[in-house]
């Protein structure tokens, strides 16, 4: 475990804090206002992606490390050739959806555009096989192709222009796909156009169970910043972005960790306590606490003037990773006993909350609606989801048959 919490940090969690600085410098040089719209470009880019996914990255590391040889050859190109064919489908719907209803002329309709490039671009880099393969050095090579050819980019957009970051975002993907596919190669891995519409169907029935598990949190963020740069204060929505998506970042470092651990848990493991949940929640509540104190001295000094006086959206922003944390703890568990159906009862809790304010008018004057409901949704699901992992006494600890392809 030590190893791969040390391949993890190497070739996770760098590369995502690179990346995070690189968000940090379009926050800048956008402001908060323009910067609300570039997050909610992002959420929704990230729920198109969760169209083409399916299920399939969680799914596909769960089978494959429980495959191996000419079998894990076999189902990886055949998981392959899926996203291919799902990302091809989604963004041409998506592009045609955008021009179609002129949703392209308003702010964040045209960043989405900019950004659609990234739902192919990603399709092509396989980091879920090298997961379940354990080449988490190899995958690190690749993680950081992506990062730094997207801060470069960044870096050398105009201040100000938010489509040009849009689009260096939506092509990052492409360097880290052509890693990846030479690692493969070298290795003898390379995944092949395998289409086959029984072995596809036999995937989804599976993975649509495994991604409609997490749906809930796809659909809760987005919602509620949308809500937010629309109806509230502007201002006030940048802010709780930016502290979302310092929760966001720190939240997938977690869950890259756990996910990467997923080939040993599946061996058998201590179950989730109580105990260990709540630890996961006290890091993240002592950063946020640090933080809060270095807000204006620092944080809103480097960040611009738009965001010196919304340091308390920020902080609701970042409270997130105080319940995601032990959230994700929670749902390995449920992932490493295959418990998909608990993880739907859990995750459909946070959209609830939120279409609930919204539909109830709570956010119209207040700005701390939305916050509040997906801090409080996101929370009682972590709380749900321990009571249905408690219940799951008798681990099914198997991967379901998969059949030769014909």
């Excluded at 993975?207 to 109806?231: E, R, Y």
């Excluded at 738009?306 to 997130?320: C, E, F, R, V």
């Excluded at 568990?333 to 295959?338: D, I, N, R, Y």
């Excluded at 408690?390 to 379901?400: A, D, F, G, S």
Aim: charged content about 10%; hydrophobic content about 55%; overall charge positive.
């Amino acid at each position: 475990m030590r190893r791969t919490v040390l391949l993890t940090v190497m070739s996770d969690w760098l590369p995502k804090l690179v990346a995070f600085l690189g968000v940090l410098l379009v926050a800048r040089r956008l402001g908060a206002s323009e910067f609300a719209f570039f997050a909610v470009a992002l959420s929704w880019t990230g729920y198109a992606w969760w169209a083409i996914d399916l299920g399939q990255a969680g799914y596909s590391i769960r089978t494959l490390a429980a495959s191996s040889g000419a079998a894990q050859q076999r189902l990886g190109s055949e998981i392959f050739s899926l996203y291919l064919a799902l990302a091809a489908v989604v963004s041409a719907g998506l592009v045609a959806v955008l021009l179609l209803t002129r949703a392209y002329h308003a702010p964040d309709g045209r960043l989405l555009l900019a950004m659609s490039p990234y739902l192919l671009a990603y399709a092509l880099f396989p980091d879920w096989w090298l997961r379940a393969r354990g080449q988490l050095l190899q995958l690190g090579a690749a993680n950081w192709a992506a990062v730094v050819t997207l801060v470069v980019a960044w870096i050398l957009v105009p201040s100000g222009d938010g489509v040009a970051y849009a689009l260096g975002y939506g092509l990052s993907p492409l360097a880290g796909a052509t890693v990846a596919m030479y690692i493969l190669a070298r290795h003898g891995s390379l995944p092949t156009w395998t289409p086959s519409w029984t072995a596809w169907l036999r995937h989804l029935r599976t993975s649509l169970m495994f991604g409609a598990a997490g749906v809930g949190g796809q659909i809760s963020v987005p919602l509620a910043l949308a809500t937010m740069a629309s109806t509230g204060n502007p201002r006030a929505a940048g802010a709780f972005a930016l502290g979302m998506r310092a929760s966001a970042a720190a939240a997938n470092a977690l869950w890259l960790l756990l996910q990467n651990a997923l080939p040993h848990l599946l061996t058998g493991t201590r179950p989730v306590t109580a105990r260990t949940a709540i630890g996961a929640a006290m890091p993240p509540l002592l950063g946020v606490g640090v933080a809060v104190l270095l807000w204006h001295p620092l944080l809103a000094p480097a960040l611009g003037s738009s965001y010196a006086q919304a340091g308390g959206y920020a902080a609701l922003g970042a409270l997130l990773l105080v319940v995601w944390g032990p959230k994700y703890v929670i749902e390995i568990g449920l992932v490493a006993t295959f418990g998909d159906a608990q993880r739907i009862v859990m995750n459909i809790v946070p959209p609830v909350l939120v279409v609930a304010a919204v539909l109830t008018g709570l956010q119209t004057g207040r700005s701390w609606a939305m916050p509040t409901a997906l801090l409080c949704g996101e929370g009682l699901a972590a709380v749900v989801g321990y009571a249905l992992l408690r219940r799951r006494t008798v681990p099914e600890l198997k991967v379901p048959d998969v059949e030769p392809t014909r």
